[in-house]
């Protein structure tokens, strides 16, 4: 596509509850990121996808958030048993070669309540 | 010591003005370095790479520092559409995997 997708734009879940936002990059982009922004605060590096390499899980914050990236193009990043700290917009990039020309999606905003 | 490091403003500044961001980075393994703008509530863009000569981008100027590990940018002539959040990022030096952003810097251009 033209860029890079994400869904839901804005994601409301009950403290608890398991929700996976999406992420679509651009067509031929290899890499792929996950970072979060929380409000009034920088993006916080979670994942990084290259290739067929074994992704980067360095960031994450704990062992309730994974992700996947199936054939090399979309990704899924799961958040389970929700808190209310992990209330934040969540933002896909992906790049034709490492972290040069970072593209980034419009973003997930989660509200968890 | 935070791996980048800026200062958050608010700068408020008239139409035309000059203004000059700074920002530190840590880890003195880092090769590469930009700046990205990011407007309320929309996701950050890439405003320019910074390369160790300097370089320009119409009223942008960016500016590298290696041995005091120190990235500036100026924006000469001030336009209202020039207020928003300028992210200073660097690569977490040894990876060539994720970028490291600053909380950026504020800049609020007005009339």
């Known amino acids: 596509g033209a860029g890079v997708s994400q869904s839901p734009s804005n994601k409301v879940t009950e403290k608890g509850k398991d929700v996976e936002l999406r992420c679509d990059p651009i067509s031929g982009h290899t890499a792929l990121y996950w970072y979060r922004q929380s409000l009034g605060q920088g993006l916080e590096f979670l994942i990084y996808?290259?290739?067929?390499?074994?992704?980067?899980k360095s960031g994450l914050p704990s062992d309730r958030f994974s992700a996947e990236r199936t054939g090399g193009s979309v990704s899924t990043l799961t958040i389970q048993r929700t808190q209310q700290e992990d209330s934040a917009v969540y933002l896909c990039a992906s790049s034709r070669q490492g972290y040069y020309g970072y593209t980034f999606g419009s973003g997930t905003r989660l509200t968890v309540v | 010591r935070k791996e980048v490091e800026q200062d958050p403003g608010p700068f408020n500044v008239p139409e035309g003005a000059t203004v000059a961001f700074n920002c530190t980075y840590s880890?003195?393994?880092?090769?590469?370095f930009f700046w990205y703008r990011q407007d309320c509530r929309k996701e950050p863009k890439l405003l320019m790479s910074v390369y160790s000569s300097g370089n320009e981008d119409g009223r942008f100027t960016a500016q590298l520092n290696r041995a005091s590990q120190y990235i500036s940018l100026l924006i000469r002539d001030s336009k209202l559409s020039d207020s928003a959040t300028y992210l200073c990022?660097?690569?977490?030096?040894?990876?060539?995997?994720?970028?490291?952003f600053g909380k950026g810097t504020k800049l609020s251009v007005k009339p």
């Open positions: 996808f290259q290739g067929n390499s074994a992704p980067d």
């Open positions: 880890n003195s393994a880092s090769q590469s």
């Open positions: 990022v660097v690569n977490r030096g040894g990876s060539q995997g994720n970028l490291i």
